[in-house]
């Protein structure tokens, strides 16, 4: 049984006919919220950020909200086949205390175990995330705008009230009531000072982007995974606006962002790849005068490994299904992800998922089974793959 689905929007599916897909053709990953669900992604992760992606030399933009953030900020360790190893065994790993007479923990606890995590994860590393030569680190958060501004025990359920009936008139008309506020790690040298530009456009929604450092870089990241009455909240964060930050998959579920890649990106970004292209031929050949088409400047693809092929704007449109339809901001993008029928043969006939912490209750120990077997049979997504990297298939690549 195959594993694994390729899609591709109108612009990546010619670039893959033409020219095959290499490392270098990758200027922006994105990573979903989803939970355990990210999970399934960890071998093809290791791969692209071990093996793969080593490759080229170009810039990438690396975006996440909740599970994919901390995929992503993995991905900027030193060694990050080890960290995303480490990262996939302490997820698997969780426990938490559930009260006698309860189903699942209090907010409060889920909240003080997962900083522990963190810090145990990336204590002493941070600056490894924030001076990574190539990679350029987004963090997605949510943060709360009037009865959101703060958590309350009766104002935070009638604020989502009202982000979901806003949310289900009008995706901006949530604006009302979360807004998305993006960290960004450090500009790479030779372009303008401060945080890095955002890889995409803001006229979708309501956005804010915020430095990321060293004292925003934890609460910032533990904001994003915070999934509203599950985590509590994070107030204040340094350097960023006050006000209550949750989950980044609240705004941003997967990722359907307007992308600049190298067909719209910033100056000093294009000068970069620009020079990378005359550096790769040796700089003897007049590229506009070659008899056979130039590959196109590095960076102009948007690679998605995703639990999912369809791509769904926010976390309140999961059952707004007129909104999980392919847009033209998808056009340069790549998604990896496993066919529904090869799901169907992992445990219990599904993905993990966040229902799998009820479902197994206290017996942790059969819950990281189910996972451990999950994520072990994913290594098939890894092989398919690099199978066709080796030989690209045009006809394997179906319409996003």
Known sequence: MKALRIH????????????????SDVGVIPAAAGGPKGLILGPLDRY???????????????????????????????????????????????????????????????????GHNLQAFYGGRVKEVLAHPRFRLHIVTSRGRHLLRREH??????????????????????????????????SLPGEAPGCAALPFATTDYRTRQVGLDADNFMPALQASCSIPFVLQAVHDIPGAPRGAYWDGGI?????????????????????????????????????????????????GLVL??????????????KGLKWRHKATPALDSM???????????SLPNAKLPDRNDFTHYGTDSAARAQAWLTATRASQQLVDEWAQWLDKPDITAVQTL
């Not at 901390?70 to 060694?79: E, F, I, Q, S, V």
């Not at 910033?266 to 070659?290: C, F, H, M, P, Y």
């Not at 790549?334 to 169907?344: G, H, I, K, N, T």
């Open 48 to 114: 692209i950020f071990g093996q793969w992606l080593p490759q080229s030399a170009q810039p990438v933009h690396l975006v996440g909200a909740s599970i994919g953030a901390w995929r992503m900020a993995t991905a900027c360790l030193d060694g990050a086949v080890a960290a995303f190893e480490r990262l996939e065994h302490d997820y698997i790993h969780q426990e938490y205390d559930i009260p006698p007479g309860q189903k699942r923990p209090s907010a409060a606890h889920v909240s003080e175990r997962f």
């Open 251 to 299: 705004t941003d579920y997967h990722m359907h962002l307007a992308y600049r890649t190298a067909h719209g990106m910033d100056n000093a970004t294009k000068k970069i790849a620009e020079n990378q292209v005359r550096a790769s031929d040796g700089g003897q050949k007049d590229l506009e005068n070659t008899a056979a088409a130039p590959r196109p400047a590095p960076g």
């Open 153 to 186: 025990g009766l104002a935070t359920p009638l604020g989502y009230l009202g982000a979901f009936v806003a949310n289900t008139l009008h995706r901006k008309a949530m604006g009302a009531w979360l807004e998305r506020v993006v960290f960004s790690s450090p």
């Open 304 to 317: 998605y490994p995703h639990f999912q092929h369809r791509v769904v704007p926010g976390w309140l449109d």
């Open 8 to 23: 591709a929007g109108p612009r990546a599916r010619q670039h893959i006919a033409e020219h095959g897909l290499q490392p």
């Open 334 to 344: 790549v998604v990896l992800s496993p066919d529904p029928e090869w799901v169907r």
